[in-house]
């Protein structure tokens, strides 16, 4: 017996997207709740102070990730979104919102921007994001799952510093929209706190290494 699922849910998303098919369209209009998540990340205190300043790379997706609509995979082979309800802004732009101000706030690096600003940074951070989805796994209770690859990348020589894959799934506390949205801040913190941590310390070692230095912890 199918498990029921909210009411919410659209029907399942076009493998492909032919001329006129839109998940937008059709079907009767209704108000459209907007979802903003508020993350901000608190730094930890094991995380090292660096002297080298970091550009961000506008995190790349595919197109049913980079969007506003907010997915849900109810089974492992299917993908749908919620109805009459959408993120603020797209996900990549969460992300690279969400670690632009977590780095900001950490106090821990002398410099970091966006890398259209055209700052001559040392390393730049380049983010592919695979999943951002409310995931069931199978089960009755929905987790926000999200999944990304990170690069640290050396900007003289374009060097591959350090390669991670981070995945974070953060439980709702109900199938109902509002404790999903919910759910993601959390996931957005965690996955932003490792991503945040992960990047200050391989940047310090490899600039360690570079000047024959010990890394310093803070």
Same mark, same amino acid.
């Given at each position: 017996m199918k498990r029921a699922l909210?009411?919410?849910?659209?029907?399942?998303?076009?493998?492909?997207?032919?001329?006129?098919?839109?998940?937008?369209?059709?079907?009767?209009r209704q108000s459209t709740t907007i979802y903003a998540p508020q993350v901000r990340v608190a730094a930890d205190p094991?995380?090292?102070q660096v002297n080298w300043q970091l550009s961000i790379a506008k995190p790349s997706a595919a197109r049913l990730v980079d969007s506003p609509r907010i997915n849900v995979r109810?089974? /492992?082979?299917?993908?749908?979104?919620?109805? @009459? !309800?959408t993120w603020s802004q797209p996900a990549t732009d969460m992300l690279e919102d969400t670690l632009l101000r977590g780095f900001e706030d950490s106090g821990r690096i002398s410099a970091v921007a966006r890398i259209a600003t055209g700052i001559r940074s040392d390393y730049k951070?380049?983010?592919?994001?695979?999943?951002?989805?409310?995931?069931?796994?199978?089960?009755?209770?929905?987790?926000?799952?999200?999944?990304l690859n990170a690069k640290l990348i050396h900007s003289i020589d374009q060097r591959v510093v350090a390669s991670?894959?981070?995945?974070?799934?953060?439980?709702?506390?109900?199938?109902?929209? /509002?404790?999903?949205?919910?759910?993601?801040? @959390? !996931?957005l913190d965690k996955v932003a706190t490792e991503l945040i941590g992960w990047t200050l310390v391989s940047g310090q070692q490899d600039a360690a290494r570079a000047t024959g230095l010990k890394p310093s912890g803070k």
């Open positions: 909210p009411t919410q849910l659209l029907a399942p998303l076009c493998l492909l997207v032919l001329s006129g098919c839109s998940v937008l369209a059709g079907g009767d094991a995380w090292p109810p089974t /492992p082979g299917e993908l749908e979104v919620y109805r @009459g !309800a951070l380049t983010t592919d994001l695979r999943r951002f989805e409310a995931d069931y796994r199978g089960g009755d209770m929905p987790a926000a799952t999200i999944e991670r894959t981070f995945l974070v799934a953060e439980p709702a506390t109900s199938t109902e929209l /509002p404790h999903v949205a919910h759910a993601f801040e @959390g !996931a």
